[in-house]
């Protein structure tokens, strides 16, 4: 009796550690979301390709916006009406765009904030993009077109997207470095936009730091 309790006891802990050594990339990141950036930069992932519309009311393919553009983009998720994460973030990302203004890297790194709300439309992102001062050959804004195509873009960029009350949301943020071909290639905390300015640096094969 004590001999098989034993073994089960073992047999659970074995499969415990094979679970956690997945989760954590084989005990090299803490937590399953280290691990997934990880593997996002040893092996980036295509993102799916996704109709956007734009402040200007035009809607297009994401995937078409990125090679038509040419740039490394940064992108981050965000909607209007939010007063307090999307501000921080935001102002984070004025940061960039004015180091990517003072290096002279417009033709190299662009910003891209895409709003998961619904309720945002090109008025709203024309507004909002005022708002933060933003120089549209730098730094442009977008909404999803289709809700079912938006969750498939949210699923592998990793955003959680709540409903809240009055209208809000309760979401996750991160700045995501995207390779012109539509490849998610790094992805970093808001507490590192420098990082994620030189990992976008790299990938458009600049030379120099702007933090």
Known sequence: MILRWVLALVLAMAAGIGVLWSLTDGFSALTAEAARRQSVA?????????RVLDASGRIQSLDANLHDDGRVAIVNFFYTRCVSLC??????TGQMQQVI???????????????FDPRDKADDLAR??????AQG???????????RQM????D????????APLGE??????????????RLARIFDLDAPGLALQAAQDLAGTAGAGS
């Open 156 to 163: 592998l960029f990793g955003i959680t997207v709540i409903p």
């Open 42 to 50: 040893r092996q980036p992932r295509a993102i799916p390709d996704v």
């Open 137 to 147: 050959d730098v730094w442009q804004f977008m909404s999803f077109d289709d809700p």
């Open 87 to 92: 501000l921080a973030q935001g102002s984070l």
């Open 128 to 133: 909002y993009a005022t708002r933060m001062h």
């Open 151 to 154: 969750q498939a873009a949210l």
């Open 169 to 182: 949301f309760e979401h996750n943020a991160a700045f995501h470095v995207v390779t012109p071909d539509g």
């Open 101 to 115: 203004e003072a290096e002279g890297l417009q033709d190299k790194v662009r910003l891209l904030s895409v709003s």
